[in-house]
């Protein structure tokens, strides 16, 4: 059943170790997005694609990549993962992105770096 | 810009009682509301939605009021369960090609 897929659910890195967390999902959905969120904050968005135009968050560190490789998938890939970057990463889809669209979220990838 | 906060960032409540969280929003220009229910762990789960044209939209257990007059959105729980325990978050759009924007969260804690 479930709809938008994050794997692995916890995720633990070294500091500088590339890390990529991926994200599934079976609505078929034209955008996907990835947020991050730390402890008791709300989520903070990254990135998305609508199709496969990549529209990236002006305060988004370049240490933060991401893959759409089909409609199905996306990866969220740092490239050198600080102590910061320790958070929740959360995938979401919607079917569009004209506005009024409710947004599918996975369970998240709890990642860690030591 | 726009942010979108809560007024309360805990809220304890009787199982049984009521809860009602609420929500400011700063612009005027959002139009589309959104509820998301996080459990421990888990991704933000929808709750139910309203855009700017209504004030009021009904779900099971739940309404959603909204005040465009003064940039207000609230959420209201009938019967508290142990199962709503968890942080609300608000979340607002404006039109068109607008990301959503999520205010900061309240921590509602059912006791039983």
């Known amino acids: 059943d479930a709809m938008v897929i994050q794997n692995p659910r916890y995720q633990v890195t070294q500091f500088g170790k590339p890390v990529t967390l991926s994200c599934s999902q079976t609505?078929?959905?034209?955008?996907m997005y990835w947020y991050q969120q730390k402890s008791s904050q709300a989520p903070k968005l990254l990135f998305h694609?609508?199709?496969?135009?990549?529209?990236n968050e002006a305060d988004t560190p370049d240490n933060f990549q991401s893959r759409r490789p089909n409609t199905s998938f996306c990866f969220l890939d740092i490239r050198s993962p600080g102590l910061g970057d320790a958070a929740m990463y959360l995938c979401a889809t919607s079917r569009d992105n004209r506005g009024n669209e409710k947004l599918f979220f996975g369970s998240g990838t709890q990642l860690s770096v030591l | 810009g726009e942010s979108v906060g809560l007024h309360l960032p805990t809220l304890s409540v009787q199982e049984g009682d009521n809860s009602i969280i609420n929500c400011a929003y700063s612009?005027?220009?959002?139009?589309?509301f959104i509820w998301y229910k996080q459990e421990s762990g888990k991704g933000p789960q929808f709750i139910i939605d309203?855009?700017?044209?209504?004030d009021k939209r009904q779900g099971q257990r739940v309404t959603v009021l909204l005040n465009k007059t003064v940039k207000h959105l609230s959420l209201q729980i009938a019967a508290t369960q142990p199962g709503d325990s968890a942080v609300y978050f608000c979340a607002t759009q404006g039109a068109g090609n607008t990301p959503l924007v999520f205010g900061k969260g309240t921590r509602l804690s059912v006791i039983a």
């Open positions: 609505l078929n959905h034209n955008v």
């Open positions: 309203i855009r700017s044209n209504m």
């Open positions: 612009n005027s220009a959002s139009d589309y």
């Open positions: 694609y609508y199709d496969k135009d990549f529209n």
